[in-house]
């Protein structure tokens, strides 16, 4: 990876999560980040180089410009950089991080159960 790359590293068994790698990819940023399911080789080295166990992951993972994000900071931060009415996104930094985490944790901890789990990994550019 080079200083300036954008990475997301997704759950590609959650219909959620590889959903809303369908979306990025559909409406692409600028720079664009480079979509990783974490079930692959390099999604788990991404995982495991950041201290997330790439056998149970409890989160996604964004690496911008050499800064990391995960959980709540992780989604704001990649629905915010889609730019224009997205931005409004932002205001749910006013809700306090051990809160929005909360809440991403339930969510995280229940993604199969409420939205599925699909059969086969989703690969970017797959579609």
Same mark, same amino acid.
């Given at each position: ?26 409406? !692409?940023?600028? %720079?664009?980040?480079? *979509? &990783?399911?974490?079930? @692959?080789?390099?999604? #788990? ?8 166990? !790439?056998?149970? %992951?409890?989160?996604? *993972? &964004?690496?911008?410009? @050499?800064?990391?994000? #995960? ?16 931005? &409004? ?39």
């Amino acid at each position: 990876m080079s200083p300036g790359d954008r990475v997301l590293v997704f759950d590609g068994y959650c219909h959620l999560c590889s959903g809303w790698a369908r979306f990025l990819a559909r409406h !692409p940023v600028t %720079p664009a980040f480079r *979509l &990783v399911a974490m079930q @692959g080789e390099e999604g #788990r080295a991404l995982l495991g180089a950041h201290g997330i166990d !790439p056998e149970d %992951p409890s989160t996604f *993972l &964004v690496l911008d410009a @050499g800064r990391v994000f #995960r959980e709540s900071d992780a989604v704001i931060h990649v629905v915010t950089a889609l730019g224009h009415l997205w931005r &409004v996104f932002e205001i749910a930094r006013i809700i306090p991080r051990p809160c929005r985490d909360w809440m991403y944790r339930v969510l995280a901890r229940n993604r199969y159960r409420w939205f599925g789990r699909r059969q086969v990994c989703y690969l970017p550019g797959s579609d």
